[in-house]
């Protein structure tokens, strides 16, 4: 993947300050979304099968990404979907969690949007930075400057779900609480539909990596949302056994019911 020019100052530039971790964050976030968009434009005129689109995005997007990171942040390790897997994680503080590409299937059908990229920085136990682009829509979303809480007025909450399936914690969610339920592709996307107001709770279960979630957590807790696991324990990221299936992403205001529709 072919970057296009850099966004904000970088590291390498002579004679201008070194781009803070969430600068950096921002930037990665937005590159690696413009040459996904511009890759998959290229891939559909050439007459590439969608397999050959999604397969392509993965690999240029996780090369491109990798490249930057190494040298840039040469310290810091590396934990992501499309890499192998960086053992100075272990034991390291500083440690970016990646998705190059989230919603690899709908990056492979034409005029789809719900698509992002991940970059997040776990540091011991909290977020240091974190960004998730939606390329298709222009637009990304940092810690740094967090994004606004909008104000929503509806009847009745909106609950965000997967294309694919109704997860069972949110099917019983959106009868106790009598959500209309939406559907989207992509992690990212549908948490950054609760960040902008779209959508007031995204609950996922069943099935999740630490990278699916990452950015799209700290993004959310920087807004002011509610984030946590089903159970209501608080996320924790870096752990050996990259597993993290499940996960909520809520307006303030819902965390206490949807916790109660599940539990009681």
Known sequence: MTAPPPVGDTDTTVGRAPETDAELAIRLAVEAGRGLVDLRERMWAAGSHSWQVMDGGDAASQRFLEDELSALRPDDAVLSEEGLEDPRRFDADRVWIID???????????GRHDWAVHIALWDRDHFAAAAVSLPAMGMVLATDPPPPMPTVERERPRLIT????????AVIVAHELGCDA??????????????????????????????DSAAPAAVAQAAGLHTSRIDGSPLVYNDRDPWLPDFIVCR???AEPVLSALWG
Do not use: C, N
């Open 182 to 211: 939406v559907r989207l592709g992509s992690a990212g996307a549908k948490a950054m539909a609760v960040v902008l107001g779209e959508a007031d709770i995204y609950l996922h279960d069943g099935g999740m990596y630490q990278w």
């Open 100 to 110: 190059p590409l989230d919603g690899t299937r709908e990056f492979g059908e034409p």
């Open 252 to 254: 303030p205001e819902y």
């Open 162 to 169: 997967s294309r694919s399936r109704a997860p069972h914690a």
